[in-house]
């Protein structure tokens, strides 16, 4: 079955009303469809893709583009993530055992399993073990640009935008020029978004990861035209490997929209 066929004939809950309905439902009229089939919610990736969803939500509307996303959880994790992120609870759904991620056959991550440790304590060794680049090509290398900063990425902190990322005290954006200028990614600007992440996600563990046998999975995107047609697709291979363009990852839009511009 074709990849579009597969999310069409999917039902999950969805995190909104808790029905439980297709995937695509309300994508009828749309110029294009982007599914996103997220990790666990309070991964590292999902947090990081809504917040560049979340920048681009205007140009994705001009674009009459339906967004719909999929993430390892169960509704509450879903309400959790869509309150932090801001991301529409009626576009979000949840799937709690990872089965339409094994049906579309992404990466389960890492999964050696060791004698002795329970599914979930597996789960959390190779997580580990991934996060120090082992059977996760390119993390190593995405962690370091979120400290040194890259000047093919936009700015990410606007100049009176306040972060607060703790332990670190409350920083705006203008506290970055001190390290790098204006205009780009500055070094360490990066890192600090993730650290807002981490804390949010460590304050609210069991809410974002209700069955940490999930942790190592990893997700995918798909861009079809009206018909079902799939235009684009990627299939992260490791953690912070959402996107082949990581510097910025809805760049690909502009390949397939000519009237988006997703920098």
């Given at each position: 079955m074709k990849t579009y066929e597969i999310l069409a004939h999917t039902q999950r809950q969805r995190v909104s009303d808790g029905e439980t309905v297709s995937l695509l439902t309300g994508c009828e009229t749309a110029a294009q469809i982007l599914v996103l089939v997220w990790p666990q919610l309070g991964d590292f990736d999902s947090l990081e893709y809504a917040?560049?969803?979340?920048?681009?939500?205007?140009?994705?509307?001009?674009?009459n583009i339906a967004v719909r996303a999929v993430g390892i959880g169960d509704r509450a994790s879903g309400q959790q993530f869509c309150t932090y992120t801001g991301f529409p609870?009626?576009?979000?759904?949840?799937?709690?055992?990872?089965a339409l991620h094994r049906e579309l056959g992404l990466y389960e991550g890492l999964s050696l399993k060791p004698p002795g440790l329970k599914p979930g304590q597996a789960a959390w060794?190779?997580?580990?073990?991934?996060?120090?680049?082992?059977?996760?090509?390119g993390t190593l290398r995405e962690?370091?640009?979120g400290y040194t900063g890259d000047r093919r990425a936009?700015?990410?902190?606007?100049?009176?935008?306040?972060?607060?990322?703790?332990?670190?005290?409350?920083?705006?954006?203008?506290?970055?020029?001190?390290v790098g200028g204006s205009g780009f990614q500055r070094p360490i600007e990066l890192a600090t978004l993730r650290l807002r992440n981490m804390t949010e996600v460590l304050s609210h563990w069991s809410t974002y990861v209700p069955n940490a046998a999930y942790l190592t999975q990893r997700g995918g995107t798909f861009l079809f035209d009206s018909t079902g047609k799939l235009l684009y697709e990627h299939r992260d291979p490791g953690i912070?490997?959402?996107?082949?363009?990581?510097?910025?990852?809805?760049?690909?839009?502009?390949?397939?929209?000519?009237?988006v511009n997703a920098g």
């Open positions: 917040w560049w969803l979340q920048r681009a939500a205007e140009i994705l509307r001009q674009g609870a009626d576009f979000l759904f949840v799937d709690e055992t990872a060794l190779n997580l580990m073990l991934m996060c120090a680049g082992i059977a996760s090509p962690v370091l640009r936009p700015q990410l902190i606007g100049n009176d935008e306040v972060v607060k990322a703790g332990p670190l005290p409350p920083l705006t954006g203008k506290a970055f020029n001190i912070l490997g959402f996107a082949a363009t990581m510097a910025n990852p809805l760049a690909f839009l502009a390949d397939y929209t000519p009237t």
